[in-house]
């Protein structure tokens, strides 16, 4: 049996750090628990990023979440990229290192997007194979996160839900469970979003991202813009549920709001988690036959085009240069 989390800490509620609130976070260090940054942003080294990670270091915990692995592509895992992400995992003391079930690129051409995969037998091998190389190579525990999507393969046999969990049992690897992506993968393929957070290995669970999104009627995109919907904190009570006390973070992207409104949103991500947890050790739930029906409601897509207006989005948001 797996031990819960694979032994690995509770941090609380954090939020992803962003170059918009470096100035008034490291000067005014507010009550987070925990913050995440983006691994490719800093592990170059030097620099402001440099300056900016030490800053963060000295006031919170920190956890490295990674962009670029693209573990299930064609090429092999970047020697050079593992080794560099190895000695930052160091740096920093990250408790875990995260990417994303993906593929980026091929031949050395990188598209900076999270691509999803045919969720085939042949990928549950091959990514678990990379996967647990990874893990080796960075000498710290993985996880990898479920990714939001626009498309599907003709050639996938296999849920999302049993793709990853496969994986991550096969490799011994967490999860990074974004609780948002799987709302907006189930809205975009019609897939029902409360058996998704049934059937993943709860165990396996590491860290739950949750963020907003935009909504188009026809389809919704993962901008990372906006207020988390109530749907998606009903999935986050259900998988706390499930799952027990878990990491939790708050990823804002794009039309970043003042650090007071990202505040906010992760005190609601603490007390939402609180109220699973009663539920929880009471052996009742926060998520009734009503709520669990406005989810699978919510997550119905419209058939009309609504004016949602798109604003780009950049994984990890804004980026500083190294100087
Ligand atoms: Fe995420």
Known sequence: MTRPRLGLPDLGVGVGLRVPHYRRVFAERPPIDFVEVISENF???????????????????????????GIGGPDEPDATYLARLRDFAANTGTPWVSDHFCWCGAGGAHLHDLLPLPFTPELVRRVADRARRVQDAIDRPFALENTSSYLTYRSSVLAEWEFIGEIAERANIGLLFDVNNVFVTAYNHGIDPIEFVRRVPHDRIVQIHLAGHTNFGTHVIDTHGGHVIDPVWALYRLTIELAGSV?????????????EVLLAEAERARSERDRALAARQAGSTSVDDRAIAAVREAARPGTSERDAVWHGWVQGGPREAAE
Request: glycine share 10%.
């Open 43 to 69: 592990m170059l080294g030097g620099g402001r990023p440099r300056h900016h990670l030490d800053r963060a270091l000295e006031s919170y915990p920190l956890v490295a979440h990674g962009v670029s692995l």
């Open 247 to 259: 990491s939790t973070l708050i990823e804002w992207d794009d039309d970043i709001p003042e650090l």
